[in-house]
Each structure stands twice: as C-alpha cells, then as structure tokens.
C-alpha cells in the first residue's frame, strides 16, 4: 500500500500544478509596482549604461549617414569628431577607446543588476518560502523573476535607448551643425537605438539569473525561520 | 473499526550538525494521527517539536525512519510530488502568519487554488466563500498590513483551506496573538475540524489548545514523553501546568 488512489502518477503532477503566464505576469506587475523605487533603482544602472551605448552606437550610425551624404566633405569634420575611417567607407566607428569605455559601462552595469537583484531575492526570502509552502515549483518562481527582469529591461532600456538617441542626434549639431542633414535616412539611427534596446534587454537577464536560481532553489522550510 | 491514520512517522530520528558536534534532535519518534484527529504537540523549545513537526510537514526529511501522509512515505517523493502534496493535502497555518505582504486578502486565499488549476473566477468565489467562513467576508481587499494579528490568522486559516487539505499543520497558531484573540483562532480551528472533518496538527505552547485536542503528544528531548487523550487531560490539567510553566517562560 504505498499509493492511494487519488493521488496522480509523476508524470502528471507536473501539469497538475500551474500558474497561467497571464497570473504570473500580473504577479511581477505587481511585484514590481509595490516595490517600485527598488525596481526604480534596479533600472536606473541599465538606463545609464544603455544610454551610454545608445548615445555611442546612434552617433557613429549619424556620423555614417553624413559621410553617406556629403562623402569627403564631411572628412574634416568626422575626424575632428573623433571617428575613424576605414578604406572601405563603410567603416566609421567609434574608436577603441569609446569601445572600451562601453564594454566597461555595460560590464559594471551588468554587476549592479546581479547585485540589486540579489537584495530583492534577499528581501523575499519568506515570500518565496511561503509560495514554496502552498506548492509553487522551482520554475514558477524562476519565471517569476524572469518576468520582472523583463519588464525592467523593456522599459529601462527603451527609456535608456530612446535618451541616447536624443543625446547623440542633438549632440551631433555641435560637431556638424555646418553640414545639411537633409537627407538622412531614420532608419539606421533606429537600428542602433534597437540594439541598444535589445543588449539591455539581453544584460537585465543575464543579471537576473544567478538571483532568480538561488531564489527558486530556496526551500520552502525558509519561513519557519525567525530571521527571515 | 479499522483507523484510517492520516499520518504516520515511524522511527523517526533526525541529526543536525551542529559545527563538529551531532545534535541528535529527534531520538526515534513513532506515532499514528487518525483521519478526522485534533491533535497538539507540546514541549519546550528544544525539545524536538518544531522539527517534528516540520517532519509531517513535509518541510524536513529524517535523517532515518519514515514519515507516511496518507500511506505515502513522503522521503520518497521528488520535488514535484512534494509540492503536489503541500499543494493539495496539507494546509499550513504559520505563528507569524506568514500572508503574502503583496498581496490582497483575498489574492492570498486564491494563491493555492490558482497553483492546484483553479479558473481564476472560480478561485475568487471559492476564496469568498473561504473568507466569510472565517468571519472576514467584508475585508477581502485588504492587505495583510491593513489587517490585525488575529484576522490575519484568520486568512491564514482560509488559505490552508482553500484546496480543501486533508490535514491542517498549525505551528503556534495562537504564539503571536493575545489571549483572547487566541482563544478565537482556537475555536475557529476547532469549528473547520468538526464541519470539514480536516486534520489539525498544531505545536503549540500554549494550554488553551488542550481543551479542544483530541490527543496531546508530549514531546521531550527529541523523544515522545508519553501521549494523553482529552479525558484523562482533563483530570490531570492542573498539575500539567504546574508541570510544564517552567519551560515556556
């Protein structure tokens, strides 16, 4: 006698116990919007650093579409900016030393989500003990946190990507202000923005999943414990 | 008759390392809890209580022996299955009432029936309904921190009904309320007992509970010290306490 009869094979009880992505969504929300300066603070490293980038990639894809337009007339003033081109044309990037700047922002970025996120994990302790309690499975809590990550990311990034846009496109009137901007196609400078958008995206994942594993790991026994 | 037991531990025992030095916690325990059965377990801190306890909950593993819930030894069973059983078959009621701060009265009562594939209108009118039992009908949009100790307690209770458990684990239901409000969570629990015919464990310190358990365990240094039911607790509930006070200062 070690089985009774109402109690389903393994294989089913993983489908036996759900949260709807609609209900795990709402839940993040939530989460997010009850702790919203904590969430504010998560977002503001990656608001920066995408806005460092966005600024970055935006202005060397305005820097190419001068260059497009005008050709060598746009030379001096393109070097004077600081970019460098190569025999192609086709090669105006930002130089090494505002690559190496942008690796680093993105890197300690990446850091200071890992280290927020871990806070936020810290301070839920009970709350994800307790869900543990009521039967919530590892990966619920994991998607949980997932969800927050990206709605962080969508929202801090764009706002991060879109600043960086507006910087590098106003900025640019400074060093070009001379040339005519006429012609200028939008949609490289989008593009730029997009994948700014789309790596700060990438990074608050990336930052969140060594928290979002701890906490689903978490056993349930946690809230039986006075100092949580 | 043959019993049904709910639960069943046998030979429990459980270490802890402590630094270099085992605590042997739990001794070896055996014990059987009838389907239907109010149940306390008493002791001191230290004694063992809260780690059996925690045992039946499905919270601890022995470090030998078993632990059956409904003939099934739970030391067997994956993370799934375990989370199926605290999903299902076991209600937890905690001394800090351990509510979800996030969310609503009413949101925290659906949480399990969300979890068990519950339709969320379903879920809501279940946990209505829940919430009148326990006398909070009106408050279902409050949050725990807009609540008392004892009507959070009384959420708590509502929650550990919602998937209609078969056994309800109370770990010092009343630790955290006054007297009075105690009393009330008592009578509250004892009342879901009768009508709904759940099982309640609870550890508890606290001797209100005694006139309302069908059974008192007595637990000392990790062992059972001896097991008493209601009608010769009655005689000899004086001197318990006279017994006992010292411990739970």
Known sequence: MTETAGRPKKSAISRQIVLPWSKSLSMAMNSLRIRFFRSLITTFSLVLAIAFLGFTLTGSAIARELFRIHGDAAMPLLIEAGYSLDSTGLGITAGPKELWLMVLSLLVCTVGIVNAQLMSVTERFREIGIMKCLGALDRMILR?????????????????????????WAGSFVHFGAL????????????????????????????????????????????????? | ??????????????????????????????????????????????????????????????????????????????????AWLRNRKIGYIFQTFNLIPVMSALENVTLPMIFAGMSGDDAVDKGRGLLDLVGLGERFQHKPSELSGGQQQ?????????????????????????????????????????ERQVTIISATHDFKMLNVSDRVVWIRDGRIDKIEHRDELSISIGTIQERHEPAHS
């Open chain 2, 1 to 82: 008759m043959d019993v049904h037991h709910i639960v069943r531990v046998v030979a429990v025992t459980k270490t802890f390392s402590l630094g270099k030095m085992p605590v042997h916690v739990l001794k070896g325990v055996d014990l059987e809890v009838a389907a239907g059965e109010y149940l306390s377990i008493m002791g001191p801190s230290g004694s063992g209580k809260s780690t059996l306890f925690n045992m039946i909950g499905g919270l601890d593993r022995p470090t030998s022996g078993r632990v059956f819930i409904d003939e099934v030894d739970i030391s067997q069973l994956d993370a799934y299955e375990l």
């Open chain 1, 180 to 228: 005519d901007y006429g012609q200028m196609h939008v949609f490289p400078l989008l593009a730029e923005a997009a994948k700014a958008w789309g790596t700060g995206i990438g990074l608050s994942i990336l930052g969140v999943l060594y928290p979002a594993i701890l906490a689903a790991k978490l056993q349930p026994i946690i809230v039986m414990k006075e100092e949580y």
């Open chain 2, 154 to 194: 009384r959420v708590a209770i509502a929650r550990a009904l919602a998937n209609d458990p078969a056994i309800i684990l109370a770990d010092e239901p009343t630790g955290n309320l006054d007297s009075s409000t105690g009393a009330e969570i008592i009578a509250l629990l004892q009342k879901m007992s009768h």
């Open chain 1, 144 to 168: 949980l946190f997932l969800l927050e990550a990206l709605a962080l990311g969508l929202f801090g990034a764009g706002a991060g990507a879109l600043l960086g846009l507006v910087v590098a």
